[in-house]
């Protein structure tokens, strides 16, 4: 997203993390309506969500970044809600909170939702225990991004968390949107639910070597 003036401007930037041909029906419709206009697709043989998310940064135009997973869905005013409270704000990212659903073959309704993360924000040293910074789906500066390298590479890591720990290590200002924005897919056979939480906080405490000194 850019912002020109009173203009604003979009681009979306897909990316298949390896999905094979007979499971990307939906990408592959959806690049032949919108990479005519101009939006990106992008293929890569798979190799994880942090490698997908920076492929998605070095493709995209803008800087303003939005971050969104294929299997969730906005509400309809999350993308204002996120620009307007960043900028009023003066940050340098904003995260969602969201509300959880099971995996379904329709649009999600509020009737629907099983569970609430509404992160609270915090001192970087509690989100080195709990998650209160919030999930990847965030309104994120260029700068952050390119400052950090992009994002964690480890297959077994909350790489969203320690995307922002490193980003406030660096002493960039993040905050956290008040009240939900999307619809969360709590898929029980999902990576965030299978993974193996020692090696996640194994990697998510490396994040202390990025710490200021004081």
């Not at 993390?17 to 959806?30: A, H, I, Q, S, V």
């Not at 969203?160 to 406030?168: N, P, Q, S, T, Y």
């Not at 056979?189 to 906080?201: D, K, P, S, V």
Request: negative net charge; proline residues 7%; hydrophobic residues 45%.
């Amino acid at each position: 997203r850019a912002l020109t003036g009173a203009a604003i401007d979009y681009e979306l930037v897909f990316v298949n993390d390896g999905t094979p041909p007979e499971e990307r029906k939906c990408f592959d419709k959806l690049r032949r309506e919108l990479e005519p206009l101009g939006h990106v697709f992008h293929d890569q043989v798979n190799a994880g969500p942090g490698v997908a998310r920076t492929k998605a940064v070095e493709l995209a135009r803008h800087d303003l970044l939005l971050f969104f997973d294929a299997d969730n869905v906005p509400f309809p005013d999350m993308v204002e809600r996120l620009c307007d409270a960043l900028i009023a704000g003066g940050a340098d990212s904003i995260a969602a909170p969201f509300v959880g659903v099971r995996p379904m073959l329709r649009l999600p309704l509020i009737e629907d939702v099983i569970i609430q993360y509404r992160p609270p924000g915090g001192p970087v040293a509690l989100a080195l225990i709990d998650n209160v910074l919030g999930d990847v789906c965030s309104l994120v500066r260029r700068e952050v991004v390119e400052t950090l390298g992009g994002f964690s590479v480890q297959r077994q890591s909350w790489e969203d968390l320690e995307f922002f720990v490193r980003a406030i290590a660096r002493g960039f200002r993040h905050l956290v949107y008040p009240d939900p924005l999307f619809f969360y897919t709590v898929d029980q056979l999902g990576r965030n639910l299978t993974a193996a939480t020692h090696m996640n906080y194994r990697n998510l405490l490396q994040c202390l070597y990025s710490m200021p000194a004081e």
